[in-house]
């Protein structure tokens, strides 16, 4: 009788509990949704205020300055106005309007503060870029990174920028789960350098833009940070590698445009969708005028390069403002990496940097009236990097394909190859088959191919497959593929054959479904060969051949990175003779992008947006002590450093 009743007393406690645990997970999901809903209104607001803003920020007289004769007479929220000699203009004053403007007294945190938004939408899905402009010496380096001696108040944006990704992230985590990496390089005279390499980074990189990966610079050392103190290690490092010399006009000027790139990825915890973003923070060499600047020889050499890559970013910003289906891009190494954040899927921020002194008003003006050409700038709605289930399913089904698509040739080949008895030993399971490396002749890969696709296109009817495989990229992250390998890239080059896999003889009866499910992933995790060039001290990854066992998927990836690349630019590889993409891929680059005659640009055509260089701003208190960590460019590019990662003085933990 007892018995009975308590088990019914359980049982009703246990229905009970059931019930209490119901409502709780629809409170959860309602949360969650609330969540989402907050985030869309947010990047809404964000929308709304402009996808390029323009900042203004006025540095203070230097110490030893003499301070009376400020240019700048009046700031008022988002307005300045400067003093104009008559010469400039006759009113003897001129006013400018920005998203904001931050006046000589303007602390760290305060100019931080009014970037913090775009910071999050990183976290949720966004490109963002966030650069410095101005003449030399007006306050670039102090804005992103700080004074020479850094303290906790002189953090600038890059430190700032990191610390709040951390945080946003911590207080996300029982949503989302982040993984946060960084990349940071430097433009040098037109050449790209890893200034996290632990070789001083005197290997030229290639920029690859609209690349599946999500990486611009994919052979840069790509590091994961999950505190402040790692980005202080590694941003000290970057920092140390960065060429400067000294000039007539600053005693240690930036002679390169230096861009920290941080890649974030996030996995929705609910809905298994993954979010990617990425940011640059840019901070461009000084212009200068090169007869005042006094400077030869090499450093005449940089200087030009500085101005005309200038010159380009104010180029490829005019033939945004005024619509033109031609953006070029392409005439510089800046407007090259900085492509995905300039032109209309990203969110783009620009600190226009001033000096005070009256001497260099002319700087200042012209330096102005780009910042205003920039702020007129409509990028259109930004656009979100979602690679949701649908898309995840589709890309297994195209691998598995491929992979059948192997399997079969491999067969073919080896019947081809084998004399009858052997084919009846393999079939009567005596003899294993083995499966060398092949080639085929690209014909007959491509009806194969051809049929595949389309097979997935119906299968797939609802879907755009265009959009999905050049919108709704993989993972940013390497994939994995045990048994599976590309063969070298540069044989194909002839065009007339196309390289397939080769498959590893004792690996080929792993070949299955379930195989490719492991080595597509779920496109989340960082996984471990992902950091493939560890340098232990300092968390760097070295130079290594990547680890990455390449796939037939990893050959779509590639060939997609050849057809998704620069619209707006002709495509040379043909010119080049470079590899042909399988006819699969033909099939979709096909829809993607028609081939262009190269367009040949008229001088007069070109309006270039770009303010004289400046002229000598004598700041020399200021600039007479070299800063910490920069590397004094003798006869090229950065000095070769040892990578210790021990850095010291500079590390500190934010709370
Ligand atoms: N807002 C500021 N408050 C105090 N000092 C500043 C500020 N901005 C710049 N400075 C100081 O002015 C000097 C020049 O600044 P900085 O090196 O950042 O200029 P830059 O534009 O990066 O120059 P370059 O293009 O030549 O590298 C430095 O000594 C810096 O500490």
Request: no cysteine; aromatic share 16%; proline share 4%.
């Given at each position: 009788m007892v018995y009975k009743f308590m088990k019914s007393q359980y049982s009703e406690e246990f229905s009970n509990l059931g019930k209490h645990l119901q409502i709780l997970a629809h409170a959860a999901s309602g949360y969650h949704k609330v969540l989402e809903e907050n985030r869309k209104l947010y990047n809404q607001v964000q929308d709304l205020k402009g996808n390029i803003r323009v900042y203004c920020r006025v540095r203070p007289f230097l110490p030893g300055q003499f301070s009376s004769m400020s240019a700048v007479s009046h700031i008022d929220d988002g307005n300045i106005t400067v003093i104009t000699p008559a010469k400039y203009c006759k009113e003897g004053h001129k006013s400018f309007t920005f998203n904001k403007v931050f006046g000589p007294t303007a602390t760290q945190e305060e100019v931080f503060s009014d970037t913090q938004p775009l910071i999050r939408s990183v976290l949720d899905g966004y490109n963002v870029c966030i650069f410095a402009y101005g003449q030399t010496g007006s306050g670039k380096t102090y804005t992103m990174s700080g004074p020479k001696e850094l303290t906790e108040e002189g953090l600038g944006v890059n430190y700032r920028a990191l610390n709040d990704l951390f945080h946003i992230s911590e207080q996300r985590k029982d949503t989302f789960c982040y993984e946060i990496a960084v990349q940071m390089i430097e433009i040098y005279n037109e050449q790209v350098r890893d200034l996290l390499a632990n070789d001083g980074g005197n290997r030229r990189l290639e920029i690859r833009n609209s690349s599946q990966k999500g990486l611009n610079v994919p052979d840069a050392n790509l590091i994961p940070v999950v505190s402040t103190s790692d980005v202080i290690e590694l941003m000290n490092l970057g920092q140390k590698n960065r060429a400067v010399s000294s000039t007539a006009m600053n005693d240690r000027s930036s002679r390169s445009h230096s861009c920290l790139t941080i890649h974030v990825q996030a996995k929705d915890l609910t809905s298994g969708n993954v979010l990617r973003g990425c940011m640059h923070l840019v901070d461009l060499a000084g212009s200068e005028r090169v007869d005042k600047s006094e400077v030869k020889g090499d450093r005449l050499k940089e200087a030009q390069h500085i101005n005309k890559s200038l010159s380009a970013l104010g180029d490829v910003i005019s033939a945004l403002a005024q619509k033109n289906t031609h953006i070029p891009y392409r005439n510089s190494k800046l407007t090259q990496l900085l492509q995905d954040s300039l032109g209309g899927q990203a969110k783009t921020l620009m600190f226009v940097h001033i000096s005070p002194e009256m001497d260099a008003i002319g700087e200042t003006l012209s330096t102005l009236k780009f910042a205003e050409r920039v702020a007129t700038v409509e990028l259109g709605a930004a656009k979100k990097n979602k690679d949701n289930g649908e898309v995840k399913e589709l890309r297994e089904q195209i691998a598995s394909l491929k992979a059948a698509l192997a399997r079969r040739e491999g067969e073919t080949h080896i019947r081809s190859t084998m004399s009858s008895p052997d084919i009846y030993r393999m079939k009567s399971g005596a003899i294993s088959p083995s499966y060398p490396s092949f080639r085929q002749p690209m014909e007959d890969v491509g009806n194969i191919e051809v049929q595949s696709n389309s097979a997935l296109m119906q299968k797939g009817a609802n879907y755009d497959i265009r959009e999905l495989l050049m919108e709704t990229n993989p993972s940013p992250w390497p994939e994995s593929c045990a048994g599976l390998q590309k063969t070298?890239?540069?044989?194909?080059?002839?065009?007339e054959w196309v390289d397939k896999v080769i498959i590893n003889k004792h690996e080929a009866?792993?070949?299955?479904e379930d195989l490719l499910r492991d080595w597509e992933g779920d496109g989340t995790q960082l996984p471990a060969?992902?950091?493939?060039?560890?340098?232990p001290d300092v968390r760097v990854y070295r130079d290594q051949p990547r680890n990455r066992a390449e796939s037939v998927a990893t050959d779509d990836s590639d060939d997609l990175d050849l057809a998704t690349s620069?619209?707006?630019?002709?495509?040379?590889s043909w010119q080049f003779n470079l590899p042909k993409p399988s006819a699969a891929i033909n099939v979709v680059e096909s829809r993607i992008k028609k081939p262009q005659t190269k367009t040949i640009k008229s001088p007069d055509v070109r309006t270039s947006l770009i303010p004289s260089p400046s002229r000598k701003v004598s700041n020399g208190a200021g600039r007479t002590t070299s800063r910490p960590g920069r590397n004094p460019v003798s006869g090229g590019i950065g000095g070769k450093r040892s990578v210790s990662g021990k850095v010291g003085s500079g590390k500190q933990s934010l709370h």
């Open positions: 070298d890239d540069k044989e194909t080059s002839s065009g009866v792993a070949r299955d060969y992902f950091y493939q060039r560890y340098i620069d619209s707006s630019e002709p495509d040379m």
